[in-house]
Each structure stands twice: as structure tokens, then as C-alpha cells.
């Protein structure tokens, strides 16, 4: 079956580093998605990769889609303290739907 | 923030009882799925619809039940609870492909 690896689980940084999270699928996918849910709260959707290589900015947030489309990245620069919580990437592929495991972040003041 | 509604908030029932647990959107979509969460935990599919008169079973099913009789409308009913059951419960929505989902704040339920 499918699976879904998101490293690092957890991942502590001072205030001001940069934090990167990765998803790695055994298979090709059609596209991902990244969500952040803060803690106490609900999963809020990022953004969506389609196309095999591509890259998108949000701010301070990269995200990128690795070139066998197997893989992808999720890198913030200079992390501040909103930026605490878990980082989940999300696919479907066929019928299934599946989470990674999701990675939390801590940032410290 | 898109307009997909969970009611209870929090829920503390004894074993054995019935309940069900309200997911409500405005948006039109015709995806809705329900999760099942621990606090920092995966995120596991209980079951999704892809319109009215359709539900699936996803990952764990086997002790709960969906209805899909309107379009913005989408509740997860336990026939009897169980402690293991305690977790918090979220509801989401799309539309059809492969688009962004949208959650609702969730249940927390509490099962003595």
C-alpha cells in the first residue's frame, strides 16, 4: 500500500531560524497539499503542487514539488513565533486519501 | 475562512450511548469527509461522501455511521459509544477533484 513519511516528527528552533519539513511517497503522485493546524485548532489548507519541479512562495513559506513528483518540501525563512504548530502534507491518489503523519514545530523565543 | 460548522464543541456521554455529531457547510461543495484526531496526532478518515446519497467508508468505519440526505449537511453517528472513542472529531469539505478541503473547528468528545 501507500506510504507516506513526513521527517523531521518534531522540530525545535529559536526564533529566527529557518525550518524545513519534507514528504516522501513510495509512489508518483498527481499533486500534494500542505495544511497547518495550530495547536487546539483545525487543519487550514497552504497550497497545492501539481507540476513535477515546481516551486511556490508564500511569504516566508517555500514550497516545492520534487521532479518525480515523489516528493516535497515545505521550508520557512526565519521562523517566528506564529509559525508554531503541525505541518501536514496530504494526497489522493486512486480512491484513497491519505495525511502524512504530520511534523510539529515548536519556535522558541 | 469558509463557512463549515460542527456542533457539539464538546461532548462528555457515558458508555453505551447514542450519539450524533452535527457537520453543516454553506459553500456548496460537494466532498465532506469526517476524521478522527488525537491531540497532536495523525489525522484519520472515518468516512467521506461525494454527494447526496453517497458515503464511503475510510479508515475507521467499522463503529460509526454517515448519512447524506442534503448537500450541506453531513452528520457521523455512533450507535454506542465507547471510552475508546474519546477524541476530537473534524468535519471537512470540498469540491469535487482535488481541490483544497475546508474543516470545521471540530467536536471534542469525551466518552466516561
Known amino acids: 500500500g501507500q506510504q507516506v513519511m513526513q521527517i523531521p516528527q518534531y522540530q525545535h528552533v529559536q526564533e529566527g531560524e529557518d525550518f524545513t519539513t519534507y514528504c516522501n511517497s513510495s509512489?508518483?503522485?498527481?499533486?500534494i497539499q500542505w495544511y497547518k493546524q495550530r495547536p487546539g485548532g483545525h487543519p487550514v489548507f497552504l497550497i497545492q503542487?501539481?507540476?513535477?519541479?515546481e516551486v511556490k512562495k508564500q511569504k516566508r513559506l517555500t514550497f516545492q514539488f520534487g521532479e518525480a513528483k515523489k516528493n516535497s518540501s515545505l521550508h520557512i525563512t526565519a521562523t517566528q513565533t506564529t509559525d508554531v504548530g503541525t505541518y501536514f502534507c496530504?494526497?489522493?491518489?486512486?480512491?484513497?486519501?491519505?495525511f502524512g503523519p504530520g511534523t510539529r514545530l515548536s519556535v522558541l523565543p | 475562512e469558509a463557512d463549515i460548522y460542527q456542533t457539539p464543541r464538546y461532548l462528555v456521554i457515558g458508555t453505551g450511548k447514542k450519539i450524533t455529531l452535527e457537520c453543516s457547510q454553506t459553500?456548496?461543495?460537494?466532498?465532506m469527509y469526517w476524521y478522527q484526531q488525537d491531540p497532536g496526532m495523525e489525522l484519520h478518515l472515518i468516512h467521506y461522501?461525494?454527494?447526496?446519497?453517497?458515503?464511503e467508508k475510510g479508515d475507521l468505519s467499522s463503529e460509526s455511521t454517515v448519512s447524506r440526505i442534503r448537500t450541506e449537511h453531513f452528520p457521523l453517528t455512533l450507535e454506542s459509544a465507547r471510552p475508546s472513542h474519546t477524541s476530537q472529531y473534524l468535519c471537512?469539505?470540498?469540491?469535487?477533484?482535488?481541490?483544497?478541503?475546508?474543516f470545521g473547528p471540530g467536536t471534542r468528545l469525551t466518552v466516561t
Open positions: 461522501s461525494y454527494g447526496v446519497n453517497s458515503t
Open positions: 459553500m456548496g461543495h460537494d466532498k
Open positions: 471537512a469539505s470540498s469540491e469535487l477533484g482535488q481541490g483544497a478541503k475546508y
Open positions: 509512489t508518483t503522485l498527481s499533486n
Open positions: 503542487l501539481v507540476k513535477s519541479g
Open positions: 496530504y494526497f489522493a491518489y486512486g480512491q484513497n486519501f491519505v
